[in-house]
């Protein structure tokens, strides 16, 4: 089994920056991809980054792309993710997951799919991102 654990949540102003680590116990670190979701109250979880995502080393959704910034330490198994210019709508906790990297669809398809939550077969606990206007 692989265990995840998320850290770096905090409250912020918008503008401001934040970044999350996601560290992971497994020995084949690098077979695996690694995504960050986000689910505010009382919507859905949804997909926002990831790395080593099939034929993309990374993928962002596109609310966040050109501001977040997912990254990898292969030797700490550990995933980053560094967000940028904040804003109030990113408010949500921030949990990070993994899934083989072989069993995934493309990301452009994944990040598409209503049920993405479910191709992923580990969940870190999840860390609390607020930002204040």
């Known amino acids: 089994d692989v265990q995840l654990q998320a850290s770096g949540g905090g409250l912020v102003q918008a503008g401001g920056s934040l970044r999350l680590s996601c560290a992971a116990s497994t020995f084949t670190f690098d077979h695996y991809t690694i995504a960050w979701f986000r689910q505010a109250p009382g919507k859905e979880r949804e997909g926002v980054a990831c790395?080593?995502?099939?034929?993309?080393?990374?993928y962002y959704a596109d609310s966040v792309k050109g501001r977040f910034t997912v990254s990898s330490d292969n030797a700490k198994a550990t995933v980053y993710l560094q967000m940028n210019s904040l804003k109030p709508e990113d408010t949500a906790v921030y949990y990070c997951a993994a899934a083989e990297s072989i069993f995934l669809p493309t990301p452009r398809l994944l990040f598409k799919i209503p049920t993405m939550t479910r191709w992923f077969d580990y969940w870190g606990q999840g860390t609390q991102v607020t930002v204040s206007s």
């Open positions: 790395i080593r995502c099939g034929d993309n080393s990374e």
